[in-house]
């Protein structure tokens, strides 16, 4: 698999609470993608607590061993950061008090009208040597280290600290280190299909090429194909990804809602944006997530005008009208009144489309008739309405997640 | 932090697929806990592929400094699966083809009508003097190997067969070396307080116990101390956790929103429960994310009525009755017009609390005087109303993410 041109990086984690049955590395998968587009193979990942021998060790080896270590976590201000000095003491470096560094945190904290606590000023400890990684999300700042033929970078835990650091700091020093072989993905968005009929779908396909490699991931009810090609160019890397790509859309076809690594309503805001569209949400089981996924987008606010939350029967007949006969005699999980929803919210904004989803989120509440993960969403515009039931399985969770990916889908769908 | 009568572990997670961006090694959570419940703490975990040097590497350090080490995967039929070789050769000894194995590989797959493939052969090479584990899920065994004062076991990488070798033939092997002690955790969950501001109310006490050893975690933008104890019962745990937590509670009172492990909406609708009240939401800039929140809670239609999402000013007008002139005056982001929101959506519903926010997510819609990140969020029953100003730091997600929880968190301080 691994090509001599390729440099190695391992990873080390630092944290005691992923050394608890609670929480896993997920860093290093999204720092594992952007060393991969850069040609650098990950090849051993360390995740280690607050444990000083340990960590030494741990570096050590990779000191010896690989051309690219990052560190992830315990750069915090407490005692049980220890990253800056087991860093230290391995490299055989001492750790100097920066005075800008220390400027900087204290600003900070003014800035948020608080006085820097002095456990703090353990932050500005950096390491002889070292370019300091400017940290714009937090106190923290980040360090890269030259050890030899060993780049070591030290980054913060939290992925919002760290992302933009790696991205803005570490990339393009790492880049000018990297090699001629690169690996460049591709990501195929899938909403509609279960797993094992993509497979079918897409396995006669993918399993004809080794480069690029195939791998379905299915993940928060959607299905993801990553393909991966390996190549000396980015044009020559797009090529090879053109062709598997090309013969996947044509199996899959409307099913593939990005092959851009968009979200499904990063998708229909898009679409509503083009064609000048407005919408408004009436929810019920989804009690505002709806309303909230489309309103993740940056600019929302374009084409999305209200949404209600109508919990109750009372609010559904206030707020949106829905008749209380419909709901006795249907239930307000019913076609009729997710049609109703639809209709009513459309003509309270005065908005293109309206959107109403009703349904049995669970765990209570499900009957034989009427069980849980039974939805009903309607779309409306201002000629029609069109309803659609849906049975989800899984959690109350996982059926609120399901049903605001089909709403954006039947949006995308109905608007494309 | 390490007690001397508790033995430590650690787990190596062998195979390539866990070095991609896409998966991550979850066995190692699910054996934690079982460990753990052993008295038995895990210090390091290990990641590697099919890369022979550098699992050889880790098997030497792990049995230098480690008294269990336990390996996942790497223990299927092809080339890449080098765990028995690696380890046979990091201890020493040498491999052995076991012809009660090879039998059984042969009838499992004689069961279904098929021939053994003969590269399955290789997973009847046993290490010499181990103790072979029946796996009853799949061809691989896994193997126990005593090599002095360490404990080694290695393990097939399904969960599905990796799991029930764990607890029908390590866990009980295990039982018998660990000491007599188990672990006990609790965790104090916190919202209102800097990570830093935390640790300098609460690290004077905890820094005075090793047992409970005592952890921080930032995480969604809440505080989680995690406090763990070592007793020999349940009971005697349970008297070391009370006498910690109780100082704790004393430094950090009404931050402290859940000892159980219960979120804040959780505690928040608990709250509501008992009272016997009911809510209903008004929202702008958190889009539905608060009223998607507060429904997560299975049961909460029992107090939460209806929510708006009035993302328009011409819906904030119209729906909640703000003044025009209000919105002119003061702007849409404003104390004034939170807590016309607030009282508007009170009114609608004829709730107990209404609760309003509105705000500047951006990345888009900051000026000098109204930066990102500023939002208000107001609270009103039917005799008054009350609003907050928070500056939040961090981009559109973190923002709305902090609004939620300090919305959630007005409302656990006031009916509290």
Redesign the interface.
């Known amino acids: 698999?691994l090509s001599p041109n390729m440099l190695n990086a391992e990873i080390i984690a630092i944290g005691?609470?992923?050394?608890?049955?609670?929480?896993?590395?997920?860093n290093?998968?999204?720092l594992?993608?952007r060393l991969?587009a850069m040609g650098i193979d990950?090849?051993?990942?360390?995740?280690?607590?607050?444990?000083e021998?340990?960590l030494e060790?741990?570096i050590r080896?990779a000191l010896r061993?690989s051309e690219i270590i990052i560190s992830t976590g315990g750069l915090?201000?407490?005692?049980?950061d220890i990253t800056r000095k087991i860093f230290a003491r391995a490299l055989k470096r001492q750790l100097v008090l920066n005075d800008a560094i220390l400027e900087k945190i204290r600003r900070r904290f003014a800035r948020?009208g608080?006085q820097m606590?002095e456990?703090?000023a353990r932050q500005a400890l950096v390491i002889n040597g070292a370019k300091v990684l400017e940290n714009n999300?937090g106190?923290a700042p980040g360090m890269l280290v030259q050890e030899g033929k060993c780049t070591v970078v030290m980054l913060p835990g939290?992925p919002?600290e760290m992302m933009p650091m790696f991205d803005v700091s570490v990339g393009p020093a790492l880049k000018q280190r990297a090699a001629d072989l690169l690996i460049v993905?591709r990501k195929l968005s899938i909403f509609g299909l279960t797993e094992s009929r993509t497979d079918e779908l897409a396995a006669p396909i993918y399993t004809k090429y080794r480069n690029p490699s195939t791998?379905i991931?299915f993940k928060d009810g959607q299905i993801e194909l990553?393909l991966t090609a390996r190549a000396r160019s980015e044009n020559e890397a797009g090529k090879l990804l053109d062709e598997l790509a090309g013969q996947l859309d044509e199996a899959l076809g409307e099913y593939i809602f990005s092959r851009r690594d968009e979200t499904l309503e990063q998708v229909v805001g898009e679409l509503f944006r083009l064609n000048g569209y407005s919408l408004a949400?009436a929810?019920s089981c989804?009690?505002?997530?709806?309303?909230?996924r489309?309103?993740?987008v940056?600019?929302?606010?374009d084409y999305?005008?209200?949404?209600?939350?109508?919990?109750?029967n009372?609010?559904k007949m206030r707020?949106l009208g829905v008749p209380k006969q419909m709901i006795e005699e249907y239930g307000a999980v019913s076609e009729q009144v997710a049609t109703a929803m639809a209709t009513g919210v459309r003509q309270?904004?005065d908005s293109t489309f309206g959107i109403g989803v009703t349904g049995i989120a669970?765990?209570?509440g499900g009957s034989a008739d009427k069980p849980v993960g039974l939805v009903y969403i309607a779309l409306a515009d201002d000629t029609q309405a069109t309803a659609r039931r849906y049975l989800f399985p899984g959690d109350?969770?996982f059926i609120?997640m399901l049903s605001v990916n089909a709403a954006l889908d039947m949006l995308r769908r109905r608007i494309k």
């Open positions: 698999m005691s609470e992923m050394l608890t049955p609670f929480r896993v590395d997920t290093s998968l999204w594992t993608e991969n990950v090849k051993l990942k360390t995740i280690v607590g607050d444990d021998a340990r060790e741990a080896d061993r915090g201000p407490t005692e049980d948020r608080m606590p456990i703090n999300n106190t939290p919002r993905r791998t991931l990553h949400t929810e989804t009690g505002g997530l709806l309303a909230g489309i309103t993740d940056p600019g929302s606010s999305f005008l209200e949404g209600v939350v109508t919990y109750s009372e609010a707020i309270l904004a669970g765990p209570e109350r969770q609120r």
